[in-house]
């Protein structure tokens, strides 16, 4: 089940880097989610993957009765994707903005900032 | 019930009231920030409580370094949890220093900003959206937990947003999309490879993977460090994953450039800084090429980048980044002098940096323009403005006296070491430092003579003048006011290095031998 979980990481975060390659904005955010979603597979992952029981020690007891499953990479996975949601809205509405102010969704064509005939460098000293 | 044979797991007794002291700053700017948002629209006081805010943060900072140079590291663990379960916060002189000047930068922005901002920009949240910055680079320089330390990136990285479109212009909305991205990429792979390390280690505490990276297969451990040097190298704007930086720290207005390359790039490599020298220094000297590389690359190339540049923000940029190319050429040198100097060099370059920036707000506000071929002649026209530029210039360069020279002078030293005990790359690394000071100069140097002695705009004729729009008083008492301020901390850090050169001497001890940080989250019997 490792492998098979550790394969399908590789496959998101390889789609997710091919789409961020994209000059589309739309293209790079959809990337950039299925990157994030990958991470957290792998998060999942890393915590070792069981068929045991939730971890809850049974009344009457200081500790589990045997092996339970291991509650930590769930809290990390749910901070991550709600921090991950927060970035994504950001960024959906941030690229929006950017495509009714600069009617560009291509980073080609987007020079405000860096302009594409850069003047050249001063000569005087 | 067998208490007996279980190993204790939870924190019995309340922490200490002193200790409440480490967190403090942070719960400080985390409740300012909130009642900032509410009290947003009132005319006057958002600044007056963010500037509160901000001195009681600062209070704060300087009882808890009173505390760490006397006992060492300090540490509190949330939750009740003991460590390595709970999540720690463990302070040593490096996390509170850098977070005491992260905080004094804070404060002289606040008082800046209220120079420039006009009645329309209220009820826009800036001073809310600052407070929440603030507590996401203090978080990240007072954390002891990788996971809390992404958590702090990411307050950091939303408040950084927040304040990058404010206004709204379409200039910012282009380099907001640049700088979203890039940064919001780099910590997610900062993500990934701490879910490595929780993989392979089983833990996420700081000075409980100290412990357990020494027993690690060290191939993996490397490719995880690899991982966290790409993660915070973006983060860091190392070359070559700079081109963030120049594409977006000239968008917004100079007073929010000015508090993000004060904190946003020196989070990045304080945070490579801990990973690599203190948690994982095996790995860090496996991949010593590369980082050497690295640190070569940048320290030349981001001269030379101010050096053809126009903008003047834009070529500021740049020198910021060859600042980040000499703390990695500390981290690339395996010696306590060279973590030493990184560290100082950090410090230093989040209070001149910040008065870079600054300075450069109140040029373009007198000139009106953006670009160096346009302006000229503000000599005349404002001598504490010039004066304020050359400093900060010679600061940024490491021309003695100014603070720049002494982290610089730290570098040298430890990589003539290196050098001279046979070690050519590091030779290699001292004329890389030394080009660099002398690129630097040249940069700063040229753009102190474009703007201000030339007489007028580039082409003009002797006789023709520039016009200049003539400062309020608003803008002089605050804003010059609180660059002159900010400059003068910056020289007389320079004449008096005696007490930060200790505190990075010890700062460094503890990065390279971590036994009293250990020690002091309480981990130091559980460790082999």
């Not at chain 2, 209070?59 to 939750?79: D, K, Y």
């Not at chain 2, 990075?504 to 559980?526: C, F, K, M, Q, S």
Request: aromatic share 8%; proline share 6%.
């Amino acid at each position: 089940m490792d492998y098979a979980l550790a394969v399908l990481v590789g496959l998101f975060i390889a789609l997710g880097v091919y789409l961020l390659l994209s000059r589309s904005i739309i293209r790079m955010l959809l990337g950039v989610t299925i990157f994030g979603n990958g991470v957290n597979l792998l998060i999942f992952t890393a915590g070792r993957l069981t068929r045991e029981v939730a971890p809850i020690v049974p009344a009457g007891l200081d500790q589990p009765a045997g092996p339970i499953a291991n509650p930590l990479p769930q809290a990390l996975i749910l901070t991550a994707i709600v921090i991950g949601f927060a970035m994504f809205s950001f960024l959906l509405v941030l690229a929006y903005r950017a495509y009714q102010e600069l009617d560009a969704d291509n980073t080609d064509t987007m020079r405000l900032a860096e302009p594409e005939d850069a003047p050249r460098p001063p000569l005087s000293y | 019930m067998d208490h007996l044979a279980l190993p204790t797991a939870m924190i019995e007794t309340p922490t200490v009231l002193a200790d409440w002291v480490i967190v403090l700053p942070l719960v400080l700017a985390l409740l300012g920030a909130a009642l900032l948002l509410m009290l947003r629209q009132i005319r006057h006081v958002p600044a007056l409580i963010a500037g509160l805010v901000v001195i009681a943060i600062i209070a704060c900072e300087v009882a808890l370094l009173q505390r760490i140079a006397v006992e060492g590291p300090l540490s509190m663990t949330m939750g009740k949890w003991l460590p390595p379960f709970g999540i720690s916060f463990t302070a040593d002189i490096f996390g509170a220093g850098f977070a005491l000047a992260a905080a004094l930068v804070t404060l002289i922005v606040i008082i800046y900003a209220e120079g420039e901002r006009g009645p329309d920009e209220r009820g826009d949240g800036f001073h809310a959206l600052v407070l929440l910055l603030l507590a996401g680079v203090t978080g990240a320089f007072l954390t002891g937990d990788l996971f809390n330390l992404y958590v702090w990136f990411e307050v950091m990285l939303i408040a950084s947003f927040g304040l990058i479109v404010t206004g709204g212009r379409p200039l910012q909305l282009d380099g907001a999309v640049k700088y979203g991205f890039l940064n919001f990429l780099a910590t997610t792979l900062f993500l990934l490879s701490l879910g490595l390390i929780y993989g392979l280690l089983g833990t996420l505490n700081m000075a409980d993977i100290i412990g357990k990276a020494t027993t690690a297969n060290p191939a993996a451990l490397t490719g995880i460090a690899a991982l966290l040097l790409l993660a915070f190298g973006m983060k860091a704007a190392a070359f070559p994953l700079n081109a963030w930086l120049p594409a977006s720290y000239h968008t917004p207005p100079a007073v929010i450039s000015a508090l993000f390359a004060g904190l946003l790039t020196k989070v990045g490599v304080y945070a490579l800084l801990r990973a690599l020298v203190q948690l994982l220094p095996a790995s860090r000297d496996i991949l010593e090429p590369a980082l050497l590389l690295v640190a070569i690359a940048t320290l030349l190339i981001a001269p030379l980048g101010a050096i053809a540049e126009t903008n003047l923000r834009r070529a500021i940029g740049f020198l910021v980044i060859g600042g980040i190319g000499a703390v990695l050429a500390g981290i690339a040198l395996p010696s306590e002098g060279g973590v030493a100097g990184a560290a100082l060099y950090v410090f230093h370059a989040i209070l001149t940096m910040t008065a870079l920036y600054l300075v450069a707000g109140l040029i373009e506000r007198r000139t009106g323009q953006r670009d160096t071929r346009l302006m000229g002649g503000l000599y005349a026209a404002s001598t504490p403005l010039s004066v304020l530029f050359l400093v900060l210039v010679l600061a940024t360069a490491g021309v003695p006296p100014f603070l720049g020279f002494w982290p610089k002078l730290l570098l040298l030293d430890a990589g003539l070491q290196q050098a001279l005990a046979g070690d050519w790359a590091d030779g290699v690394l001292v004329l890389a430092l030394l080009a660099n000071a002398v690129l630097t100069l040249i940069a700063g140097s040229r753009l102190w003579a474009h703007v201000f002695w030339r007489s007028g705009a580039e082409g003009a004729s002797e006789h023709e003048t520039i016009t200049l729009r003539t400062p309020g008083a608003r803008e002089q008492w605050f804003g010059l006011g609180a660059s002159v301020v900010l400059t003068a901390l910056i020289v007389l850090a320079g004449l008096w290095p005696n007490l930060l050169f200790e505190g990075a001497r010890t700062g460094a001890a503890d990065l390279v031998d971590p036994a009293r940080y250990i020690a002091a989250v309480g981990l130091a019997e559980a460790t082999p």
